[in-house]
T-cell receptor
Framework: SQQGEEDPQALSIQEGENATMNCSYKTSINNLQWYRQNSGRGLVHLILIRSNEREKHSGRLRVTLDTSKKSSSLLITASRAADTASYFCATDVWGNTGKLIFGQGTTLQVKP | SAVISQKPSRDICQRGTSLTIQCQVDSQVTMMFWYRQQPGQSLTLIATANQGSEATYESGFVIDKFPISRPNLTFSTLTVSNMSPEDSSIYLC???????????FGPGTRLTVT
């Protein structure tokens, strides 16, 4: 079964607002990665956070990781219509070389 | 990040036939991964392909159905054999990037089986 659970499954906001997506997982990890997918196309890598890190920033993206709660969050600030996409978290499970286990994803709609 | 291309980008196939998907990377990589994304679903790893050895398949995926080739360090193919409508999915290959642990994905192949 999939390791990652994401919530909400769908999120609709206005341009300029912030969007927060959450991801939970079940086992120890090497790292957690966030991806964006537009309309069923290829995945765009957004950010990787390692198990010994608690927070990372990249432009308008902020990712947190709480290994004690086995959870992560992705915050997109000042959202734009172009941010409309599906967002997936993926865990690189400790001891498994390279295998990513994906969450079910959050579909974000940003209304202009 | 690695530049990955896939061919074909999409195809519509008849049930019972086979389709071979190609994945080309612009740099030499040891490991390549093949994922499947069924309609409206998340991604699931099919197999890991290392150059010079047999691919390692995940539970629920078998070599007879999804044979994989890895002839060199920049190229791999995945064949979807004896297709049924349930094989309609997006198939994506991925590789590690320069930053340790980061995986990058190709644009995907959208397969529809009728």
């Amino acid at each position: 079964s999939q390791q990652g659970e994401e919530d909400p499954q769908a999120l609709s906001i206005q341009e300029g607002e912030n969007a927060t997506m959450n991801c939970s997982y079940k086992t120890s990890i090497n790292n957690l990665q966030w991806y964006r997918q537009n309309s069923g196309r290829g995945l765009v890598h957004l950010i990787l956070i390692r198990s010994n890190e608690r927070e990372k920033h990249s432009g308008r993206l902020r990712v947190t990781l709480d290994t004690s709660k086995k959870s992560s969050s992705l915050l997109i600030t000042a959202s734009r219509a172009a941010d409309t996409a599906s967002y997936f978290c993926a865990t690189d499970v400790w001891g498994n070389t390279g295998k990513l286990i994906f969450g079910q994803g959050t579909t974000l709609q940003v209304k202009p | 990040s690695a530049v990955i291309s896939q061919k074909p980008s999409r195809d519509i196939c008849q049930r019972g036939t086979s389709l071979t998907i190609q994945c080309q990377v612009d740099s030499q990589v040891t490991m390549m991964f093949w994922y499947r994304q069924q309609p409206g679903q998340s991604l699931t790893l099919i197999a890991t392909a290392n150059q010079g050895s047999e691919a390692t398949y995940e539970s629920g995926f078998v070599i007879d159905k999804f044979p994989i080739s890895r002839p060199n360090l920049t190229f791999s193919t995945l064949t979807v054999s004896n297709m049924s409508p349930e094989d309609s999915s997006i198939y994506l290959c991925s590789v590690y990037g320069q930053v340790r642990g980061e995986q990058y994905f190709g644009p995907g192949t959208r397969l529809t089986v009728t």
